[in-house]
C-alpha cells in the first residue's frame, strides 16, 4: 500500500450533564450551543419484549397512540404544534424501549418539552382513535411485512427460530387477532405501568444553554407525579444446544435468502466479551473488504449480498441481553444453502486463525467513523445518549466508544467467533422464493 | 375534548408556551473556485465531528439515451470502484477501511456522481482515491463479470417491490418515451455490458466540465480547496454534456391499473407536472404541496388517515429532475378500500383547486417549508447533499434564503393559483397497483380503467 496512514483515535466532543428529578425522570443535556436547532427524545424503557401474551404489537400501538391526544391537546394536535413550528417529529419502537423526539429551532426548545411532558402527564383515549390507530397499524404491517417480498425478514422471522420465550420470539409488529383485541383499558393500564417519569430517560441535544434550560425542564416535568417505575422481569433463556433450522416460503421472493442467528455475550453484563462479538460481526459484513463478501461474493460466487450486525434493528447499544448476531445472505436460485453455509463457516475459521493486527485496525477505524456519523445528527445523538443512559447510567459512554473499540484484539475477536459463531448453537431460516419448497 | 386521559389527576399542566417569530436561516460560509478544466470546487467547515463529506457530481447528459446506457450506468456504478492500474478492488475497499470512509458511485440519464466520507484528517487521501478511480478505473473483467450478475439479481429484488412497480408505471405514464420514464434497466441488457464499453463511457463522457465538488466537515476550507486543485487540476476533459430535452406532457387517460394478484393493498399513485425550484410560481406550489399532503398535519393524512384508518403514510411530493419536475400522490391503501380512498383523494384535489386554504393552514405549512430547510442543513452530510444538489440544478446557497423569503410572500389566492394549475384533478394522471380482481369494478364506477400485466 502507497502512503502509511496515521493512527490516531478519533475523539468526538460530546459534553454531557445528568441530572434526576424528583419524580425519578433521569434527564441528560447534550448542549451544542452554535447549533439553531435542537432535538427533544424522550425514551420510555418498555419496548416489544415486555408486552403480554394475547397483546402481541401493542407497546406499538401504543406508540401511535402517545401522538392522538394528550393531557391538554386533542388528536393532531401535537403534530401541529410540531410542525407549524417549523419541526419534525417520530417515534419508534424497540425490543427494550420505545422513544420519542421532536426536532426544532431552538426558539421552540420550551415548546418541545411542553408536549412531551404533556403526554407523559397523561395520554387521551377514546374508542374511536384506538380503532383508527389499529386500523392504521394494520396498514403499516402491510406495507411493510404483507405486502412485499422479504417483509419482517430477518427481524420478525429470525427470533422465533433462535429463542423459546414468548418474550424473545414473538412478532413485535403483532397478530391482526392480537391488534383487534386490544382495548382502552389495556392501553390505561400499559400507561400507567410503563409510562412514568422514574422509567424514562429525557435528552436534549443540540442549540440550548444548559443553565436556561434546566429551570424549564423542571418547569414542564417536575409537577408529573412520579409512580414507582415497574419491576422488569429477567428475558434470560438457554443458549441452543445444537443447530436450529427453519424454512419459510415467501410468495412474494424473486430470490432465496439465508438468515443466521447467533447468540452473543451480554451486552450489559461483559461490555468488554460484547465489543469484541460486535467488532468481529464488522470483519466478518462491513463493506467490500469484509471476509464474507470476500469469499462468498467475489471469491465462491454463491451469494449476491451479505450483511450483518448485532441487535434487533442494526444498533448493537440499544438492546439487552439476550440478543443475537445476525448475518444475512441473497443467493442465486441454483445455489445450495448449504454451499452457502460451508462457504462462511469455512471463512468463520479462517478468521479465527489468521485475522491480523492491520485487517482489525481499518475495520475498527471504519466502525470508529460510522459512530461519528451517527453522532453529528441531533436526533442520533439524543438517542444514542438517552439509550446509554437508560441501559448503562453512562450517556459519556458515546465518547468512549471509539477508544474501547480500539482496545479490541486480534484474539479477542477469535476468540468471539470460536466462541459465540459456532454452527451448533445456531438458528438458521431460509427464504424460499415464489412457493417452491 | 374527545378521549378521556388514562389517568388523573395527573396535575396541572403549564399554558402551551409560544414560540417567537423564525429567525433567518444563517448562511454557512461557502468557499468555492472554478478549476481551469471547468470543475467547480466547494468547501465549507462544518466541525461538530472529526468527519469530511464529499459530493461529486459530473453531468453526463446525452439528447438520445438508449437502453444500453440505461444498462451500462447501472453497471458503471456498481463497478467504478473495482480497480485502477495499481490497485484492485479489494486494495481500494481497505483503503478506504483505513481513510474511516466509505465512497459509492452511480450514474443515471442526468449525471455520473461519487459520494462518501473519511477522517476529516484524511481528505487528502480521500480526494486521491477519488481522483485516481475517474481518471483510470479499468473494470477489470472478471470484477465487471461478478457485478454484471449482481445487479441482474438486484434488479429482479427491485422489480418484486409493488412500491417499485408503482414508481415505474408512474414514470411510464407522465414521461413516456423520454429517459425519465425509462424504468430499471433491462437484465438481458445489462448481461451484455462489457469493461470495454464501461472504459468508453467513462473516458468519452465524465469529465470536469459543468461537474461540482462538494466538501463539508471540519476542514479548513481554503486548505481544501488546494487540496482538490491539486489531485483534480489534471483531470482530463471529456465531451461536454448536452441539456436533456423537456419530456412532452402526459397524456390523460384512463386509471392505468397494474395487475398484481393476491396483493393485499393497492399502491395509488397520481402524478402530474410541476414546477422547477427555479420558477417564480415554485414557492406557492411548494406551499399547496405541503397543505395538501407534504406533511402529517395535511389535509391528505387527516383524511385518509386519522379519519378514515385507510392508509399508514399517504403524503405528496414534488421532485425534481434537471428537465422536468412532478407532483406525485403516495397512497399505499387496504384493497378493500381502494375506490372510497380514490374518492377521498379526489374530493381533496377538488377542494385545493377550487377553494382557498385557511389563514392557519397558510401560516403552518410556511413555517414547516422553512424549518425543515433549517434542519436538512444541520448535518455535514446533509449539507453536503444539499449543495451539490442545489449545484445540479444550477443554484448556490443563496437558495436557503430565497427560498424562504419567496416563501414568506406567498398569499392564499398564490395558493389557490398554484393548485388549480398543478393539483387540479383534471391535470393528473392515477396509476395503481393492485389485484385487478378485487378492485377493478369499483374502479370502474368512477372512471374508465386499463389493466395491464406488471412489467
Known amino acids: 500500500m502507497p502512503s502509511a496512514t496515521r493512527r490516531r483515535t478519533p475523539a468526538p466532543s460530546v459534553p454531557v450533564e445528568q441530572t434526576t428529578l424528583a419524580n425519578g425522570l433521569r434527564v441528560v443535556l447534550a448542549p451544542d450551543r452554535a447549533a439553531p436547532t435542537v432535538a427533544v427524545c424522550v425514551l420510555y424503557d418498555v419496548g416489544f419484549r415486555s408486552e403480554p401474551e394475547g397483546r402481541t404489537g401493542f407497546a406499538h400501538l401504543f406508540e401511535h397512540l402517545m401522538f392522538e391526544g394528550s393531557w391538554s391537546l386533542p388528536k393532531l394536535r401535537h403534530a401541529e404544534l410540531v410542525q407549524g413550528n417549523g419541526g419534525v417529529f417520530n417515534g419508534q419502537t424497540r425490543a427494550d424501549a420505545t422513544v420519542y423526539f421532536e426536532q426544532l429551532p431552538a426558539s421552540a426548545l420550551e415548546l418541545g418539552l411542553f408536549l412531551e411532558a404533556d403526554r407523559m402527564r397523561a395520554v387521551r383515549l377514546d374508542e374511536e382513535t384506538l380503532a383508527n390507530q389499529i386500523a392504521v397499524v394494520q396498514e403499516e404491517i402491510r406495507v411493510n411485512v404483507l ?17 423459546d420465550t414468548y418474550n424473545n420470539a414473538h412478532n413485535g409488529y403483532g397478530s391482526f387477532v392480537d391488534l383487534e383485541a386490544a382495548t382502552v383499558d ?64 415467501d410468495p412474494l421472493a424473486p430470490l432465496p435468502a439465508l438468515a443466521l442467528g447467533y447468540r452473543v455475550p451480554d451486552p450489559l453484563g461483559d461490555l468488554d466479551a460484547y465489543l469484541a462479538a460486535v467488532v468481529s460481526t464488522e470483519v466478518l459484513t462491513d463493506g467490500d473488504a469484509s471476509r464474507l463478501h470476500q469469499r462468498l461474493v467475489k471469491n465462491d460466487r454463491c451469494a449476491t449480498h451479505v450483511g450483518g450486525y448485532v441487535g434487533t434493528f442494526g444498533d448493537p447499544f440499544d438492546v439487552r441481553d439476550p440478543t443475537m448476531l445476525q448475518l444475512v445472505a441473497y443467493h442465486p436460485p441454483d445455489v445450495a444453502t448449504d454451499t452457502v453455509l460451508t462457504g462462511l463457516d469455512d471463512e468463520v475459521d479462517q478468521t479465527v486463525a489468521d485475522l491480523g493486527a492491520d485487517e482489525l485496525r481499518r475495520v475498527v477505524t471504519s466502525m470508529q467513523a460510522g459512530l461519528l456519523r451517527e453522532l453529528d445528527d441531533a436526533v442520533s445523538r439524543g438517542l444514542m445518549l438517552a439509550v446509554l443512559e437508560q441501559l448503562r447510567g453512562d450517556p459519556g459512554l458515546a465518547a468512549r466508544l471509539p477508544g474501547l473499540l480500539a482496545e479490541v484484539t486480534p484474539a479477542g475477536v477469535s476468540e468471539a ?16 422464493p415464489g412457493g417452491q419448497a | 375534548m374527545a378521549g378521556r386521559p388514562a389517568l388523573a389527576p395527573a396535575g396541572v399542566a403549564p399554558a402551551i408556551p409560544t414560540v417567537g417569530g423564525q429567525r433567518r436561516l444563517k448562511l454557512p460560509s461557502v468557499a468555492t473556485r472554478v478549476l481551469d478544466n471547468g470543475l467547480t470546487v466547494m468547501a465549507v467547515r462544518q466541525k461538530r465531528v472529526p468527519l469530511v463529506q464529499l459530493r461529486l457530481m459530473v453531468p453526463t447528459g446525452r439528447l438520445r439515451a438508449s437502453p ?20 484492485t478492488a479489494l486494495d481500494l475497499a481497505r483503503r478506504l477501511q483505513e481513510l474511516g470512509g466509505d465512497l459509492s458511485g452511480g450514474a443515471d440519464a442526468e449525471d455520473l456522481s461519487l459520494s462518501g466520507s473519511a477522517l476529516a484528517a484524511h481528505l487528502p487521501d480521500l480526494l ?47 414521461f413516456g418515451a423520454h429517459p425519465y420514464g425509462a424504468g430499471l434497466p433491462d437484465p438481458e441488457v445489462v448481461g451484455r455490458v462489457t469493461s470495454a464499453q464501461l472504459s468508453r463511457y467513462l473516458q468519452d463522457r465524465v469529465g470536469p466540465s459543468g461537474a461540482v465538488l462538494v466538501m463539508v466537515g471540519d476542514i479548513r476550507a481554503e486548505q481544501a480547496l488546494d487540496q482538490a486543485e491539486a489531485v483534480l487540476g489534471g483531470w482530463r476533459t471529456a465531451a461536454p454534456p448536452q441539456d436533456l430535452p423537456a419530456p412532452a406532457p402526459p397524456v390523460s387517460g384512463p386509471v392505468t391499473l397494474v395487475d398484481r394478484p393476491g396483493a393485499v393493498q393497492t399502491n395509488i399513485r397520481l402524478a402530474g407536472p410541476a414546477l422547477a425550484r427555479s420558477h417564480p410560481g415554485y414557492p406557492a406550489l411548494a406551499v399547496a404541496n405541503i397543505v395538501f399532503g407534504g406533511y402529517f398535519s395535511s389535509r391528505l393524512t387527516h383524511n385518509l388517515r386519522e379519519d378514515k384508518g385507510y392508509t399508514y ?62 434542519l436538512a442543513i444541520q448535518t455535514q452530510s446533509g449539507l453536503a447533499s444539499y449543495l451539490v444538489m442545489l449545484a445540479s440544478f444550477g443554484l448556490g446557497i443563496d437558495y436557503l434564503r430565497d427560498l424562504p423569503d419567496a416563501v414568506a410572500k406567498v398569499t392564499v389566492d398564490d395558493v389557490l393559483e398554484a393548485a388549480a394549475d398543478w393539483l387540479a384533478p383534471s391535470r393528473l394522471v392515477t396509476v395503481m397497483v393492485g389485484d385487478a380482481s378485487q378492485v377493478e369494478a369499483s374502479i ?8 395491464v400485466p406488471l412489467a
Open chain 2, 444 to 451: 370502474r364506477r368512477l372512471s374508465d380503467v386499463e389493466v
Open chain 1, 417 to 432: 467467533l470460536a466462541t459465540w459463531v459456532r454452527p451448533d448453537s445456531r438458528a438458521v431460516l431460509e427464504v424460499v
Open chain 2, 68 to 87: 444500453r446506457d440505461q444498462a451500462r450506468q447501472r453497471v458503471l456504478g456498481a463497478t467504478l470502484l473495482s480497480g485502477t492500474s495499481s490497485r
Open chain 1, 147 to 163: 405486502n412485499r417480498p422479504y417483509g419482517g425478514f430477518p427481524w420478525i422471522t429470525l427470533p422465533p427460530v433462535l429463542f
Open chain 2, 313 to 374: 403514510s399517504p403524503h405528496t411530493t414534488v421532485e425534481h429532475h434537471v428537465a422536468a419536475s412532478i407532483f406525485t400522490i403516495t397512497a399505499d391503501v387496504a384493497t378493500g378500500v381502494t375506490a372510497p380512498a380514490l374518492v377521498e383523494i379526489a374530493h381533496e384535489l377538488g377542494r385545493m383547486a377550487t377553494l382557498p386554504v385557511m389563514a392557519e393552514e397558510l401560516a403552518a405549512a410556511k413555517r414547516y417549508l422553512t424549518g425543515t430547510l433549517a
Open chain 1, 186 to 249: 389495556d392501553a390505561a393500564d400499559f400507561f400507567t405501568r410503563y409510562y412514568t417519569p422514574s422509567n424514562a430517560v429525557l435528552c436534549l441535544a443540540g442549540g440550548f444553554d444548559p443553565d436556561a434550560a434546566l429551570p424549564l425542564v423542571e418547569r414542564h416535568f417536575g409537577s408529573i407525579p412520579g409512580r414507582r417505575a415497574p419491576k422488569r422481569p429477567s428475558f434470560a433463556e438457554p443458549i441452543p444446544t445444537s443447530e436450529r433450522r427453519q424454512k419459510m416460503t
Open chain 2, 128 to 174: 486521491a482515491l477519488a481522483a485516481e478511480v475517474l481518471a483510470d478505473a479499468t473494470f477489470p473483467k472478471a470484477e465487471v463479470a461478478v457485478e454484471r450478475h449482481r445487479v441482474r439479481q438486484e434488479l429482479a429484488l427491485q422489480a418484486s417491490q409493488p412500491n417499485v412497480q408503482a414508481r415505474m408505471a408512474v414514470a411510464r405514464r407522465v
